[in-house]
């Protein structure tokens, strides 16, 4: 046989055997159509070039790939690890579930307002719920920590609640300490 002559390949024969004759997965069709198309130029090409490439040149095909699309959960998984906001992430989901936290009754009456550096700063209705709050820290503190990790909340800063400013007018005095008749 010289190098110039094409190899004659058999075809398979395309009818399917009985007991393989119809199949309600459609497999009996895919089955039909490779056979039929295993001996044409076009096939023998693409085996050609597969054997050439081996499986470095393989496409993605049914195994996962980086360069498949990505889930978004997992991308934002990534940059959220990347960044180091997983902390500020967590404190902040707290702020969300504050009440379900600490309990309905305190937090209608506080507010957690930021955390910077482990100090969680909690704003109140009234004075007497800051007291109340600053004998429930160690208490906060302790549940906060079960579900952010341990040594994340290190101290609560209870601030007292906005009090009216009594520099405005046009009567203030500059450096006046306000009316002394209510607030003592």
């Known amino acids: 046989m010289s190098p110039e002559e094409p190899t004659q390949h058999p075809t398979p024969d395309p009818t399917p055997t009985p007991e393989e004759s119809h199949r309600d997965d459609g497999l009996d069709l895919a089955r039909a159509l490779t056979r039929a198309t295993a ?21 993605t095909g049914a195994h996962p790939d980086d360069r498949d699309p990505q889930l978004l959960e997992s991308t934002l998984d990534r940059i959220v690890q990347e960044r180091g906001w997983s902390t500020e992430l967590r404190v902040h989901g707290v702020f969300g579930r504050w009440a379900e936290l600490v309990g309905a009754e305190v937090a ?3 507010t957690p307002e930021s955390f910077t550096d482990g100090t969680l700063v909690v704003r109140t209705a009234s004075t007497a719920w800051a007291t109340q709050l600053r004998l429930l820290a160690p208490t906060v503190v302790r549940r906060l920590n079960e579900e952010l990790g341990h040594g994340t909340v290190t101290l609560i800063e209870v601030v007292g609640p906005h ?18 008749d209510t607030y003592g």
């Open 39 to 59: 001996g044409t130029p076009k096939a023998r090409r693409k085996q050609r070039s597969r054997d050439r490439l081996g499986t470095r040149g393989r496409a």
């Open 108 to 110: 209608d009456h506080t």
């Open 163 to 180: 009090l009216p400013s009594w520099k405005k007018g046009p009567r203030s005095a500059r450096d006046g300490r306000g009316p002394r």
